[in-house]
């Protein structure tokens, strides 16, 4: 073992050591003004393949979707290794992979090691008031701990709790909007949109202030909604056989390692000691260097310290976590000629739908934003669907914070909020849809779901385009 990771160290020498020189700035040099649509359909394709590859060839989606991905990454850098040189190619590929991709999947990687060793024991008989309080404690939990944390550690002690009643999906649906997107608006920890927002230099700070009044809407609805269903339900369902058992938890420690995330994330969000490393034209502060090995160092120590028998009875298992790896690294890339484009503003392919989100005095609506980025985000996957709408509105974090914080706004919460819509909204939507098909739960299909959640969603998302508690989304 030693033997065959010491080759492959020795393989990777040249490649570090060519990385590590000063090279030309990355997808600057990209003439975005000059690139068609066809630039764009490596990025509509990986997309596209997220959405339709587990429904339509699961089996080959499942054995080969890290090649899937990585192909279209390699028909997204091949054209502009052909047109602008190698070198920009790879200061592209450098740039999306260490500015954009590494904290990013540092962070979900903490995370989702930590979650999974937190082990809910105990099941209780399911009642309307516990479902809900459930439901309650896992969104505000969810952004704490990441919408994807609170999913693993809650959607299996919730369906031990209903296992003994005939009307259960419900539950599932409900869990997925609240627990898997919604909890996750009120920080960069919460939801990957967010925390691709607070590595373009957001305030980590800036969620919870400017979204608190509008996720505690769109949630406290949702429970007295969920709550009211549920007890319809629970009139026509046969009394529960399973046993009741004390709710407890094992594997404390990983609470305190969780403090320790949020601890490292502001820390270095307020430490700037000002240096900085050229990696082949990308600049890595060395307060994110410090933040990304501390993440990591903490996810080692709950693998140290937990149990193994509790990440076992959790389910747990590497494969969520390597799949999200390998299909953002692919989706990072692949939108490397889609961002050029969008700098491009006016005179780039994308002018209708700057256009269309912008008033007639060049100001934001935010409305469009809202539902523009929210749909996208639905059909598509929202992290990335943020980070175009995000440039698209120029893309400059303190203007957006301050002058065009509705704009912001709208964006953020187009983003969190609609990726419960469906399935591929959010990385943790199918893997809560996994977990409970295979504990027997008859989940509906892809178009059945979206319905459910739309009946629901739709009215509230409406609610929030007009209510006046929300001045960000104003018409123009």
């Known amino acids: 073992m030693i033997e065959r990771n010491s080759r492959r160290f020795r393989l990777l020498i040249p490649l570090l050591v060519f990385a590590a020189l000063p090279g030309p700035a990355q997808a600057a040099d990209l003439d975005g003004a000059a690139l068609g649509w066809a630039w764009g359909v490596p990025f ?269 009875a959790n389910g747990f298992t590497w494969e969520p976590i390597r799949e999200v790896a390998k299909l953002f690294a692919g989706i990072f890339v692949a939108i490397i000629p889609v961002l050029a484009m969008l700098h491009a503003g006016k005179s780039g392919l994308f002018a209708p739908l700057l256009e269309a989100v912008t008033a007639s005095d060049g100001t934001p609506r935010e409305v469009p934003y809202f539902w523009f980025t929210g749909l996208l985000s639905a059909v598509l996957d929202n992290a990335p669907t943020y980070l175009v709408f995000f440039e698209l509105a120029g893309g400059r974090p303190a203007e957006l914070m301050g002058p065009l914080a509705g704009t912001l706004a709208a964006i953020s919460m187009g983003s969190v909020y609609m990726g419960a819509l469906t399935y591929v909204g959010n990385a943790p939507n199918f893997m809560v849809y996994a977990i409970a098909t295979e504990r027997g739960i008859k989940m509906p299909g892809f178009f059945g779901y979206a319905l459910r959640a739309g009946l629901v969603l739709i009215p509230l998302f409406l609610l929030l385009t007009f209510l006046p508690i929300v001045p960000n989304l104003r018409l123009h």
């Open 44 to 312: 509509a394709g990986i997309l596209l393949s997220i959405a339709l590859g587990p429904l339509l060839a699961p089996k080959i989606w499942h054995a080969h979707y890290g090649k899937i991905a990585a192909g279209w990454g390699v028909l997204a850098l091949a054209p502009i290794a052909i047109v602008y040189g190698w070198d920009t190619a790879l200061a592209s590929l450098i740039h999306a992979l260490l500015a954009e991709y590494l904290s990013f999947i540092v962070l979900l990687f903490a995370l989702f090691t930590v979650s999974g060793g937190i082990l809910v024991t105990g099941t209780i008989r399911a009642t309307p008031l516990l479902n809900t309080g459930l439901l309650a404690i896992g969104t505000a939990c969810a952004s704490l701990i990441g919408t994807t944390g609170a999913a693993m550690v809650l959607i299996r002690p919730l369906i031990r709790a209903n296992a003994g009643r005939h009307h259960n999906v419900h539950v599932v649906v409900f869990f997925i909007i609240l627990v898997a997107n919604i909890g996750g608006a009120l920080s960069p920890l919460g939801d990957p949109p967010l925390f691709v927002g607070f590595l373009r230099g957001v305030d980590f700070f800036w969620p919870v202030q400017h979204l608190w009044q509008q996720t505690l809407i769109v949630a406290g609805v949702l429970l007295v909604v969920f709550y009211l269903l549920d007890r319809w339900y629970a009139r026509h369902d046969a009394p529960a056989k399973t046993s009741e058992a004390p709710i407890g938890f094992r594997g404390g420690i990983n609470f305190l390692l969780i403090a320790g995330i949020i601890a490292t994330i502001l820390a270095c969000a307020q430490w700037r000691p000002g240096i900085e490393f050229d990696v082949y034209g990308t600049k890595v502060a060395l307060q994110n260097l410090v933040r990304d090995a501390m993440l990591v160092v903490l996810a080692l120590l709950s693998l140290w310290w937990t149990a193994d028998e509790h990440r076992a």
